[in-house]
């Protein structure tokens, strides 16, 4: 399997260009800044994850937004100014968005051609912008697609958008991964290409009755909720049964040993399996425990992750580096902030 060298340790900007309330200038401009990158990098993390929302850099009508693109370009200068590679991450796309709050039909991007060539004309966009960044800006198809049933589909649409980008920047790497919101039983379903510069993606959160306890947007989880981990395997069991099965299914998976390393290598094997057999990296773009878990609990988590991450070579980002309940900075104590973030 080869490896994503240069996005080993990183961290998600959520909340900066994407997934955020407050669209004004002041956000945009303040919300992450130089000091930003250079704390990360005094971290010892070696890139971020930037997810943007199309609406940042598009205009209605598909038009570039020459402001949006400005912040993009500000933190490609600091990341490169402080040694920090880039992820590009387009988080919604137009007619396509992932959020279980916002109530849109997530399949219609699938079918509807119009959209689609919208989204191949972005990423030419893209990919025509930053591709003398190639050497430090990676790009990200789209963020986490839900529906199973669009399998087939998005693998096609994927490798038409890689196509096009590498025939204008083919030394990008090209990120792009599976449904189930991007979980990591999808990896298998992936295409099959023969592209080098192509890398596949999951997200992990498991178990999510853990790492989202208490969370206000999870269907069905007490706001109260509180667990730790290590925990044993029977109880996060117990505990998942009164969240959607489609969230949780992974914990149910048979022969699962108890939390510890082993747990994630049992989970992530069938991932490893195909990204070995295709001979190409595994990175996990986002994973991360909820601020309401006690500190002890998230560091355990992290360490027990990171053991199977570093045993593969594989790259991955935190969720998050500010606010958004996952915030990295947001650890009132220096020291735990540090101690989580030396397992990353």
């Not at 080869?2 to 309330?21: A, K």
């Not at 800044?33 to 990098?41: F, G, K, Q, V």
């Not at 007619?95 to 959209?115: A, C, M, R, V």
């Not at 792009?176 to 990896?187: D, K, R």
Request: proline share 4%; charged share 25%.
């Amino acid at each position: 399997m080869r490896t994503f060298d240069g996005y080993i340790h990183g961290v998600n900007l959520g909340g900066w260009l994407s997934q955020t309330s407050d669209t004004s200038a002041e956000h945009y401009n303040n919300f992450i800044t130089e000091e930003d990158i250079a704390y990360i990098a005094s971290l010892g993390l070696d890139h971020v994850r930037v997810p943007v929302d199309y609406m940042v850099i598009e205009e209605e009508n598909g038009d570039p937004k020459e402001d949006g693109y400005r912040y993009i370009d500000n933190c490609v200068e600091w990341c490169r100014k402080h040694k920090l590679n880039m992820i590009i991450d387009l988080h919604k796309a137009f007619g396509y968005s992932f959020d279980p709050l916002d109530k849109t039909d997530k399949t219609i991007f699938f079918h509807d051609e119009s959209l689609q060539e919208r989204f191949y004309k972005l990423w030419q966009t893209i990919a025509t912008r930053y591709k003398s960044e190639n050497d430090h800006v990676a790009f990200e198809l789209l963020n986490e697609i839900v529906e199973p049933e669009v399998a087939e589909a998005w693998n096609k649409i994927a490798i038409t958008a890689i196509e096009k980008i590498h025939a204008i920047s083919p030394d990008s790497w090209v990120i792009f991964g599976g449904t189930m919101y991007n979980n990591v039983l999808s990896v298998p379903e992936l295409a099959k290409t023969d592209d080098k510069k192509v890398v596949y993606t999951f997200h992990s959160y498991e178990p999510l009755i853990f790492t989202h306890q208490g969370a206000y947007w999870v269907d069905n989880m007490p706001s109260d909720f509180r667990i730790k981990y290590p925990d044993s395997l029977e109880n996060y069991r117990k505990c998942s049964d009164m969240l959607s099965q489609s969230l949780v299914s992974a914990i149910y998976k048979d022969d699962l040993p108890e939390m510890s390393p082993d747990y994630f290598e049992m989970l992530f094997a069938p991932a490893l399996e195909t990204a070995k057999e295709r001979n190409l990296p595994l990175y996990c773009g986002e994973y991360g425990v909820i601020d309401l878990a006690d500190d002890e609990s998230k560091i355990n988590w992290v360490s027990d992750i990171s053991t199977v991450f570093d045993k593969y070579n594989i790259g991955r980002a935190y969720w998050n580096y500010k606010e958004k309940d996952y915030g990295i900075v947001n650890i009132p104590n220096e020291d735990i902030r540090r101690k989580l973030a030396s397992k990353l």
